[in-house]
């Protein structure tokens, strides 16, 4: 059965900014969920992740959740844990407890961004497979790692469904010359996510999130077994981010490792 109503936490962010325009097209009726204001969306519920309470009641009859809430980047352990890692449980224990069927968790490529880049990385013979073992690069990515293995435990455990979405990088366009490798176009992060909703046959699934981009690395297979079918590729930005950014060059952290700079980020500077 497709699901309807859909609760989408992190509704104020930039990829909440995109599905709460997008998903209404593909039949969805959205519950909006962040810590702050939702922009022109006078109804979204304030809730922090944090919260056991307000967390329960705000994913009671949706059908599903798509969990985007929380730090999106590298900050503080215990900001870390407060939002990513105890919201993620938060969010878990109320599915359970409320009867929600499926979870689409953002996960993130940081997951495994201390991953060395293969040394024919657009021979499509080598993409890198979700199984590829957890490197995090970030405590951001530690969170990241925790939330796929607490989907998994729900899964088996309590039946609950997720999908988690490595996602790569979800921004209007490439914004850098890495991006030219892991960019998730928002039509295709819709397009995704419909799929991810709509899937049979879920348990705990992994997938990377990205387009059909020429210079991607990342295995697509599981992404499209889900039923998606990404339309976009970044190679139409390639020679304008290129003329701006340069080539990536080995022995610089974009070149060298999935994760790129967020292996540099040090959580002391927040
Ligand atoms: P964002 O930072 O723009 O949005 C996250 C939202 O979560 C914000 O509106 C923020 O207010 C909210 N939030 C933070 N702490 C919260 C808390 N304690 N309780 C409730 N809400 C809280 O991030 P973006 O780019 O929209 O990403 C959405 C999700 O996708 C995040 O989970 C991120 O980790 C993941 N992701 C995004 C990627 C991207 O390229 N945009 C790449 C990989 C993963
Ligand atoms: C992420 O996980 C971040 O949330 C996002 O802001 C981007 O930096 C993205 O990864 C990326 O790797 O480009």
């Known amino acids: 059965t497709t699901p309807k109503h859909v609760l989408l936490t992190g509704a104020a ?3 909440g900014t995109f599905l709460r325009e997008s998903l209404p097209g593909y039949g969805y009726t959205l519950r909006l969920s962040d810590l702050v204001p939702v922009d022109g969306a006078p109804d979204a519920l304030a809730v922090d992740l944090a919260d056991r309470a307000a967390v329960r009641e705000a994913v009671r009859g949706v059908d599903a959740v798509i969990h985007l809430g929380g730090l999106s980047l590298e900050n503080t352990f215990d900001n870390i844990l407060a939002a990513n890692v105890e919201g993620a449980y938060n969010l878990y224990e109320a599915v359970r407890a409320e009867g929600v069927r499926r979870v689409v968790f953002a996960s993130s490529n940081h997951a495994v961004g201390f991953t060395p880049r293969p ?13 590829t073992p957890y ?10 790692c925790f939330g796929e293995a607490l989907a998994s435990l729900y899964a088996d455990k309590y039946g609950v469904e997720t999908v988690s ?24 992060c819709a397009r995704l996510m419909h799929a991810a909703l709509t899937a049979p046959d879920v348990r705990h699934t992994v997938v990377y999130g990205t387009s ?20 976009d590729d ?14 990536l060059l080995p022995g610089t952290p974009e070149y060298d490792w999935l994760g790129g700079a967020f292996t540099t980020v040090q959580p002391e500077s927040f």
Request: charged content about 25%; proline content about 10%.
């Open 212 to 231: 059909a981009n020429t210079r991607g690395w990342w295995d697509p297979a599981p992404a499209r077994a889900l039923g998606f079918e990404p339309q």
């Open 165 to 188: 979405i490595r996602i790569g990088s979800c921004f209007a366009v490439p914004r850098n010359t890495r991006m030219l490798e892991t960019w998730l176009s928002p039509a295709d």
């Open 119 to 131: 040394e024919h990385p657009q021979d499509k013979k080598h993409l890198l497979p979700v199984e």
């Open 234 to 247: 970044s190679e139409v930005y390639a020679a304008e981010v290129i003329a701006e950014h340069g080539e």
């Open 135 to 144: 490197r995090p690069d970030t405590f951001y990515g530690v969170s990241k």
């Open 13 to 15: 962010g930039g990829v």
